[in-house]
Protein backbone atom coordinates (compact mmCIF):
# COMPACT_ATOMS: atom_id res chain seq x y z
CA UNK A 1 0.00 0.00 0.00
CA UNK A 2 1.27 3.48 -1.32
CA UNK A 3 1.49 6.30 1.29
CA UNK A 4 2.64 9.58 1.18
CA UNK A 5 3.14 12.01 3.68
CA UNK A 6 4.01 15.94 3.16
CA UNK A 7 5.09 17.80 5.83
CA UNK A 8 7.16 21.72 6.33
CA UNK A 9 4.29 23.75 5.27
CA UNK A 10 3.76 26.30 7.77
CA UNK A 11 3.21 30.60 8.10
CA UNK A 12 5.95 32.52 6.80
CA UNK A 13 5.94 36.69 5.34
CA UNK A 14 6.11 37.35 1.65
CA UNK A 15 9.76 36.95 0.70
CA UNK A 16 10.51 34.16 3.26
CA UNK A 17 11.55 30.48 2.28
CA UNK A 18 10.34 26.72 3.29
CA UNK A 19 11.17 23.27 2.45
CA UNK A 20 8.59 20.57 1.87
CA UNK A 21 9.37 17.50 2.37
CA UNK A 22 7.03 14.37 0.77
CA UNK A 23 8.16 10.78 2.64
CA UNK A 24 7.14 7.45 0.43
CA UNK A 25 6.43 3.99 1.43
CA UNK A 26 5.33 0.95 -0.22
CA UNK A 27 6.98 0.71 -3.07
CA UNK A 28 10.50 1.16 -4.95
CA UNK A 29 10.68 4.68 -4.73
CA UNK A 30 13.43 5.31 -7.03
CA UNK A 31 10.91 3.63 -9.51
CA UNK A 32 8.21 6.58 -9.90
CA UNK A 33 7.73 9.90 -10.65
CA UNK A 34 7.19 12.23 -8.42
CA UNK A 35 5.04 15.61 -8.43
CA UNK A 36 4.12 18.16 -6.53
CA UNK A 37 0.60 19.89 -6.69
CA UNK A 38 -1.38 22.57 -4.90
CA UNK A 39 -4.77 23.91 -4.48
CA UNK A 40 -5.73 27.68 -3.47
CA UNK A 41 -9.15 28.08 -1.53
CA UNK A 42 -11.73 28.23 -4.43
CA UNK A 43 -9.07 27.41 -7.49
CA UNK A 44 -8.76 24.00 -9.21
CA UNK A 45 -5.55 21.68 -8.13
CA UNK A 46 -2.38 22.87 -10.11
CA UNK A 47 0.55 21.40 -11.07
CA UNK A 48 3.75 22.93 -9.38
CA UNK A 49 6.54 20.73 -10.50
CA UNK A 50 7.45 16.98 -11.41
CA UNK A 51 10.39 15.08 -11.04
CA UNK A 52 11.27 11.77 -13.17
CA UNK A 53 11.73 8.60 -12.12
CA UNK A 54 15.67 8.95 -12.23
CA UNK A 55 15.94 12.12 -10.13
CA UNK A 56 18.02 13.91 -13.61
CA UNK A 57 14.66 15.72 -14.95
CA UNK A 58 12.40 18.82 -13.93
CA UNK A 59 9.94 20.79 -14.75
CA UNK A 60 8.09 23.72 -13.09
CA UNK A 61 5.39 25.39 -13.34
CA UNK A 62 5.98 29.14 -15.00
CA UNK A 63 4.64 30.38 -11.72
CA UNK A 64 7.29 29.28 -9.48
CA UNK A 65 9.90 28.83 -12.04
CA UNK A 66 13.17 30.22 -10.72
CA UNK A 67 11.77 30.26 -7.25
CA UNK A 68 10.87 27.26 -6.37
CA UNK A 69 13.36 23.51 -6.89
CA UNK A 70 11.98 20.30 -6.55
CA UNK A 71 14.48 17.63 -5.83
CA UNK A 72 14.63 14.39 -4.48
CA UNK A 73 16.87 11.31 -2.26
CA UNK A 74 16.17 8.07 -3.48
CA UNK A 75 17.79 6.28 -0.58
CA UNK A 76 15.92 8.49 1.94
CA UNK A 77 12.22 8.14 -0.28
CA UNK A 78 11.70 11.30 0.09
CA UNK A 79 10.73 14.51 -1.89
CA UNK A 80 11.28 17.77 -1.34
CA UNK A 81 10.24 21.30 -2.59
CA UNK A 82 12.44 23.97 -1.71
CA UNK A 83 10.18 27.36 -2.37
CA UNK A 84 11.97 30.65 -2.02
CA UNK A 85 11.23 34.77 -2.57
CA UNK A 86 7.34 33.27 -1.18
CA UNK A 87 4.76 35.31 -2.68
CA UNK A 88 1.29 35.65 -0.99
CA UNK A 89 -0.39 33.88 -4.05
CA UNK A 90 1.51 30.75 -3.30
CA UNK A 91 -0.87 30.27 -0.69
CA UNK A 92 -2.23 26.88 -0.75
CA UNK A 93 -2.41 23.37 0.58
CA UNK A 94 0.59 21.67 -1.15
CA UNK A 95 0.38 18.01 -2.13
CA UNK A 96 2.74 15.12 -2.77
CA UNK A 97 2.01 13.14 -6.09
CA UNK A 98 3.26 9.46 -7.55
CA UNK A 99 3.08 7.74 -10.61
CA UNK A 100 1.40 4.77 -10.98
CA UNK A 101 3.62 3.28 -13.81
CA UNK A 102 6.87 2.21 -12.85
CA UNK A 103 10.06 3.80 -14.63
CA UNK A 104 7.66 6.33 -16.90
CA UNK A 105 8.16 10.08 -17.45
CA UNK A 106 7.92 12.72 -19.94
CA UNK A 107 7.52 16.17 -19.74
CA UNK A 108 4.04 16.60 -20.90
CA UNK A 109 2.76 13.26 -19.29
CA UNK A 110 2.76 14.68 -16.09
CA UNK A 111 1.46 17.43 -15.87
CA UNK A 112 -2.09 16.76 -14.84
CA UNK A 113 -3.77 15.50 -12.00
CA UNK A 114 -5.43 12.39 -13.79
CA UNK A 115 -1.39 11.42 -14.39
CA UNK A 116 -0.71 10.41 -11.04
CA UNK A 117 -1.85 7.22 -9.06
CA UNK A 118 -1.17 8.03 -5.56
CA UNK A 119 -1.85 11.25 -3.29
CA UNK A 120 -0.37 12.87 0.25
CA UNK A 121 -2.97 14.22 2.57
CA UNK A 122 -1.54 17.89 1.67
CA UNK A 123 0.10 20.39 4.32
CA UNK A 124 -1.08 24.02 4.20
CA UNK A 125 1.55 26.84 3.30
CA UNK A 126 0.30 30.69 3.59
CA UNK A 127 2.32 33.29 2.91
CA UNK A 128 1.28 36.92 4.40
CA UNK A 129 1.89 40.33 2.89
Known amino acids: QVQLVESGGGLVQAGASLRLSCVAS????????MGWFRQAPGKEREFVAH????????YYADSVKGRFTISRDNAKNTMYLQMNSLKPEDTAVYYC??????????????????????WGQGTQVTVSS
Open 97 to 118: AQAPVRRSYSRSGYLSRGAYGY
Open 26 to 33: GRFFSDYT
Open 51 to 58: ISWSGDIT
